[in-house]
């Protein structure tokens, strides 16, 4: 049987999502109230019960854009999702569900995001990469594992004198990171959306903050699951390039972690051949693939809404000028679109 998450099951679905080895951080119920509350768009979280036990879930979030196309997504404003089962039978009702909600729907295209293929008959994105590495419980191991240059940019944030501290707030967290993206030429989106992830993931989303004498240099906001950390939201300011502050940033969040007892460090997605791409393997992390796998319903091809589209290009070169508060102001209402 197939049913729609109400509030009441969320810790049963949760609870599925712990204890289940392909369950991650998005698929988390929570996931439905944070876009909900800051995007506005539509969730339909569908799970599969069995003799009264879950056997299956399926988060997926309807994005219909007039500037980027109409979409359902799993998961949306995320690096994963997909479908989570315990048997095939529960896989296949699942994905006969999402597939009849977006014929339903009328969207272009039906997007499945995964670590490993589970749709070898759907076309899929080969454009994104995730880095995850394995943390030895010896801070200094981790620091030693680092390739020597990288570990030599790691040491120089340290001998300037940058310090981490834990904020409570997002307030500078989207100072440094509104900055970074709009110098990427990206839409930001809203700090609303930042402290709501906050306040619903609560302990296990925490924002570390670099600083240079008192003043702000970088900030990163992380999430905690299950023994990994995932820092998903950085940035850093003018002050970071020379101070080597986004270095020393993610040194530090691998640092703590291991003394939280995390087991691994997960990099996150970044696109082949791109910036974040080759810092993440300076740090000697190795690109694992990315299973974006589409069902086309009313598109043709797979839609490309990502930066390296070169329709995009001049868009991106006059973002970059913008000044950082009217970026901030304009940003949300493009970013909001861009799940």
């Known amino acids: 049987m197939i049913k729609l998450l109400e509030p009441s099951q969320r810790e049963r679905w949760d609870h599925y999502v712990m204890a289940s080895a392909d369950g991650s951080f998005f698929h988390l119920s929570a996931w439905q109230q944070v876009i909900k509350q800051a995007f506005g768009h539509n969730t339909y979280y569908y799970y599969t019960?069995?003799?009264?036990?879950?056997?299956?879930?399926?988060?997926l979030t309807h994005v219909n854009s007039l500037l980027f196309g109409n979409s359902l997504v799993s998961n949306a404003?995320?690096?994963?999702?997909?479908i989570?089962?315990?048997?095939d039978?529960?896989?296949a009702g699942l994905q006969s569900k999402a597939q009849q909600l977006a014929r339903e729907l009328g969207v272009d295209s039906l997007e499945m995001r995964s670590r490993q293929q589970h749709h070898p008959d759907w076309p899929h994105k080969e454009l994104y990469v995730t880095f995850r590495k394995e943390l030895d419980p010896d801070v200094e191991k981790n620091l030693n594992a680092i390739p020597r240059k990288q570990r030599a940019m790691v040491r120089a944030g340290i001998k300037a004198g940058l310090t981490s501290v834990i904020d409570d707030n997002v307030e500078r967290l989207y100072r440094a990171y509104s900055e970074s993206v709009r110098n990427l030429g990206t839409p930001v989106f809203p700090k609303r959306y930042f402290q709501i992830l906050q306040d619903v993931f609560g302990e296990s989303c925490e924002v570390l903050t670099i600083e240079h004498e008192g003043q702000l240099v970088a900030s990163v906001m992380s999430f905690y699951f299950k023994d990994e950390v995932l820092p998903y939201y950085g940035g850093g300011t003018d002050a970071a390039r020379d101070l080597k502050g986004n270095d020393f940033m993610y040194w530090e969040v691998m640092r703590r972690a291991v003394e939280k007892g995390c087991k691994i460090f997960d990099y996150g997605r970044s696109k082949v051949g791109?910036?974040?791409?080759?810092?993440?393997?300076?740090?000697?992390?190795?690109?694992?693939?990315?299973?974006?796998?589409?069902?086309?319903?009313k598109a043709k091809q797979i839609p490309e809404i990502n930066p390296l589209n070169p329709k995009y290009r001049l868009?991106?070169?006059?973002?970059?000028r913008l000044p950082l508060p009217l970026s901030q102001l304009i940003g949300p209402w493009l970013a909001k679109d861009l799940g």
């Open 89 to 91: 039978e529960a896989f």
């Open 49 to 59: 019960e069995q003799d009264g036990e879950i056997t299956g879930i399926l988060p």
């Open 77 to 82: 404003f995320c690096v994963y999702g997909g």
């Open 274 to 297: 791109t910036g974040s791409y080759r810092f993440k393997k300076h740090w000697g992390f190795e690109p694992e693939p990315l299973y974006y796998e589409v069902d086309l319903v």
């Open 315 to 320: 868009f991106i070169a006059a973002w970059k």
């Open 84 to 87: 989570v089962a315990s048997n």
